[in-house]
């Protein structure tokens, strides 16, 4: 039975927007990064609202601005970022779940608190998936990115009906600044003198962060000697020659060379996805946890 699609017209879609789902578990061993959303925790909730799997395509946004039209009814969710939301130039005040009529125009304003915000549609959106996943990445994916004009599709034969108390998406699990880190697999190769500094300093986000990894603004002595190339992941805190610390993030490589002074949580690296520049952070260490 051949599918019905709807399709949403990008009228206005603004730079760093993206399809992303859970990113792809195949591809490491060509060096193909994991991709995925940035904010599993926002994601996986709009998600979740909307019945759809875990691994639904939504669209990432990481700067306001877009204008997106539906040809046909259907459910959005929105999860992330607190923007200014509005539909046919009405605004919205809780966009958990919204039902989109017939050429209804989604538009999203200023983002008041948070980087990153996600747009969900029942059923998640139909396209193409490269070893796995449909999340897109330079040289992967055609497009590797959205622009003004695109037309995305999405299932159209849906019935499910609006929830008529909507759970209310609340930001303050990611506003603290203290995030989650675990040891990295390096870290016993600091002084004691670098890792109290590590988790006794505030550390500020950078401008120069991106899908590949977020960089901190203060620099960290580093005497060791250069490492052979290792695995890294999403997380990875690496400590460069320079002293600068970069945390590698959902489109980062597979391998590196620099010592992998810590690691992020699964929490803490959705919790730094919507830090924005400027902002500070502090790790706090957890204990790993060993066989008994």
């Given at each position: 039975m051949s599918l019905n699609l709807g399709k949403a017209q990008l009228l206005r879609c603004p730079l760093g927007t993206s399809l992303q789902d859970e990113g792809r578990v195949l591809g490491a061993n060509y060096g193909i990064p994991r991709s995925g959303a940035m904010d599993?925790?926002?994601?996986?909730?709009?998600?979740?609202?909307?019945?759809?799997?875990?691994?639904?395509?939504?669209?990432?946004?990481?700067?306001?601005?877009?204008?997106?039209?539906?040809?046909?009814?259907?459910?959005?969710?929105?999860?992330?970022?607190?923007?200014?939301?509005?539909?046919?130039?009405?605004?919205?005040?809780?966009?958990?779940?919204?039902?989109?009529?017939?050429?209804?125009?989604?538009?999203?304003?200023?983002?008041?608190?948070?980087?990153?915000?996600?747009?969900?549609?029942?059923?998640?959106?139909?396209?193409?998936?490269?070893?796995?996943?449909?999340?897109?990445?330079?040289?992967?994916?055609?497009?590797?990115?959205?622009?003004?004009?695109?037309?995305?599709?999405?299932?159209?034969?849906?019935?499910?009906?609006?929830?008529?108390?909507?759970?209310?998406?609340?930001?303050?699990?990611?506003?603290?600044?203290?995030?989650?880190?675990y040891p990295g697999p390096d870290w016993e190769l600091l002084s004691p003198t670098q890792q109290?500094?590590?988790?006794?300093?505030?550390?500020?986000?950078?401008?120069?962060?991106?899908?590949?990894?977020?960089?901190?603004?203060?620099?960290?002595?580093?005497?060791?000697e250069d490492l052979p190339t290792n695995p890294v992941f999403p997380g990875t805190v690496q400590l460069t020659p320079s002293g600068k610390m970069i945390i590698l993030m959902r489109d980062a490589g597979v391998t590196g060379g620099y010592p992998r002074i810590l690691h992020l949580s699964e929490d803490g690296q959705s919790q730094l996805a919507q830090k924005k520049v400027g902002d500070p952070i502090r790790f706090q260490l957890m204990e790993t946890i060993t066989a008994g």
């Amino acid at each position: 039975m051949s599918l019905n699609l709807g399709k949403a017209q990008l009228l206005r879609c603004p730079l760093g927007t993206s399809l992303q789902d859970e990113g792809r578990v195949l591809g490491a061993n060509y060096g193909i990064p994991r991709s995925g959303a940035m904010d599993l925790h926002a994601y996986h909730w709009a998600n979740h609202l909307l019945q759809n799997s875990n691994d639904a395509v939504a669209l990432e946004m990481v700067q306001p601005g877009l204008k997106i039209k539906f040809e046909e009814p259907c459910l959005v969710s929105l999860a992330g970022a607190v923007a200014v939301v509005s539909v046919n130039q009405s605004p919205i005040s809780n966009p958990s779940i919204i039902a989109m009529g017939s050429d209804d125009i989604l538009e999203i304003g200023k983002f008041h608190n948070g980087a990153r915000l996600y747009l969900c549609i029942e059923g998640g959106f139909q396209v193409e998936k490269y070893l796995g996943s449909g999340s897109d990445f330079v040289s992967i994916t055609t497009p590797s990115k959205r622009s003004t004009g695109d037309t995305l599709y999405y299932l159209s034969n849906q019935t499910k009906t609006v929830l008529q108390a909507k759970p209310k998406w609340t930001t303050d699990w990611f506003e603290p600044e203290v995030i989650r880190t675990y040891p990295g697999p390096d870290w016993e190769l600091l002084s004691p003198t670098q890792q109290s500094q590590l988790l006794n300093q505030a550390f500020h986000i950078s401008n120069l962060s991106n899908r590949m990894g977020i960089q901190l603004d203060e620099l960290v002595v580093n005497e060791l000697e250069d490492l052979p190339t290792n695995p890294v992941f999403p997380g990875t805190v690496q400590l460069t020659p320079s002293g600068k610390m970069i945390i590698l993030m959902r489109d980062a490589g597979v391998t590196g060379g620099y010592p992998r002074i810590l690691h992020l949580s699964e929490d803490g690296q959705s919790q730094l996805a919507q830090k924005k520049v400027g902002d500070p952070i502090r790790f706090q260490l957890m204990e790993t946890i060993t066989a008994g």
